[in-house]
């Protein structure tokens, strides 16, 4: 099986903690007998190649199965409860032939849809006899994408262990990077799970269990320093935050590396598409990234960012192909060049053409947000019949305060700061924070 | 006439406060807003008229739009003035 390596682990290293789910401590040798006991269960019921929907979020039950259904050749499509009504639509897509539940317990029910998945790159992964992949593009707008990923070269980087240390599984289980977490757990580090992911959570985790790194979400780092939980709890054992998935704040990434001296804060580069991509920040508090390694080849084309590696997926179920003829994938992301130095702008998507001119919504947020008073804004495009599109700020107030004075004050804090088309010339004042269920920022 | 006057006048005199060279209100009504002798930069104009699309909506509860086709295409520019501006908010909002 493509997942001995990690059985093998396991055997040399039986009192090895692998994970750490409601407060109590699983090791390598405790997960050798899971593993083995749901291969063998699963083989009874479940032949290779079959797309199989995992209905889960991190448990030791759900990364067992993770790995049996590797083992075992499967494709694999995770999906959490938070994905709500998107789940059954995402199930359809994918043509899941068979779906497992884990249960709050950790114990799982197995069911038949009596589809059948014929899609001809998940039967290039059968032929080939390889374990597959299906992850969903989360797009704020649209349905979701679904890209086929072949497993076996996402599953090469854990063939290194790991220094072990403690990392809080805070990604979500069905996105790219919350499968990376979840196989880190395998390579050598401690993966501790939390109830919900709010600030103060997983403040008093880290303090509890002496959390070493932290995986997350750009918007929730500003949770993190809005609710001021870090305050309440010893955060002194963290030492290193990773993130990616979106654009970061400059003003909340200069904001938190004064607070955490002592960590090291990391962009990454990742896509449901390409896999998680080693990068390496210029500094803690640097937005320039150099992307790659090796197998990792990059270039720009147009102002977009294009990659070339040996994890980028095979294609998407249900979306027009976006490689090059020359097989390059295209991100969609704006970058800026510096050297060998990239800056991620955002998503062409969500760019606002304002008179022919370019502006990217994290840049407007980042100075918003440095303003008193301010505690969440989100910047969008509004069309308008004499500039083709104006920027539209919808803010989150702190203090009472009209629209009308706050568009004002703004105004005159941006001046300076931000070039004047870039100013939003439209403001709307909201009473909940941006931040969706997926934990990125909501933009439309 | 005179409300929707007013509510203009007091969004141009925050609004001016963000401006290198303000509105000039002198002339009351008949102030120059936006074309020919006005110092107004095209940004700043579009912010300012959403400013004041705000302000109207809020007080008379009536979403309106006032830079469209409509506008565009009028013989005279309803944004050459404060008092065209206004003559202008005030035909859409009587039309129903």
Known sequence: MYIDFFLDRFRAKPNQEAMIWQDKIYTYGEFLAYVENDVATLRQKISGGKVVGLEADFSPRAVSLLLALIGLNCIIVPLT?????????????????????????????????????????????????????????????????AAVHDFLPLLEKFKTERKPSRMIAFLLFDHISGINTALYAFA???????????????????????VNILPVSPSFLNLILLSESYKKYDMSSLKL???????????????????????????????????????????SDSLWIKIGGEDIKTRV??????????????????????????????????????GEYYRILGRRSEMINVGGQKVFPVEVESVIQEMEGVEDVSVSGEANQMLGNVVKARVKLTANETASDFKNRMRTFCKGKLEAYKIPQKVELVDHLMIGERLKKMRR | M?????????????????????????????????????????????SLIASIEQAVSDEYGKELSLVDARAMSQKNSPFRTVGSLAEYINEILKED
């Open chain 1, 81 to 145: 409860a938070n994905l709500g009504e998107k789940r059954k639509e995402y199930k359809e897509t994918a043509r899941v032939e068979i779906v497992i539940s884990v249960k709050d317990d950790d114990t799982y029910t197995i069911q038949e849809t009596g589809k059948k998945n014929s899609y001809e790159l998940i039967d290039q992964l059968r032929h080939k006899n390889h374990p597959g992949l299906i992850i969903f593009t989360s797009g704020s707008t649209g349905k979701g994408k």
């Open chain 1, 188 to 210: 050598g580090k401690c993966l501790l799970t939390v109830k919900t992911r709010s600030a103060d959570a997983v403040c008093q985790a880290i303090e509890r269990y002496k």
């Open chain 1, 241 to 283: 935050v990773t993130y990616g998935t979106e654009p970061m704040l400059k003003s909340s990434l200069l904001r938190f590396c004064e607070i955490f001296p002592n960590v090291k804060i990391r962009q990454m580069y990742g896509l449901s598409e390409t896999g998680i991509i080693c990068a390496k920040s210029k500094s």
């Open chain 1, 301 to 338: 084309m147009d102002g977009l960012l294009e990659i070339k590696t040996n994890t980028v997926m095979l294609g998407y179920l249900n979306a027009p192909s976006p490689f090059t003829e020359d097989g390059w994938f295209k991100t969609e992301d704006e970058v800026l060049v510096d």
């Open chain 2, 2 to 46: 005179d409300k929707i006057l007013g509510l203009i006048t007091k969004e141009i005199h925050g609004f001016n406060k963000t401006l290198d060279t303000p509105i000039n209100l002198d002339k009351g009504k008949e102030s120059v807003l936006f074309g020919r002798d006005s110092n107004l930069q095209s940004i700043d104009f579009v």
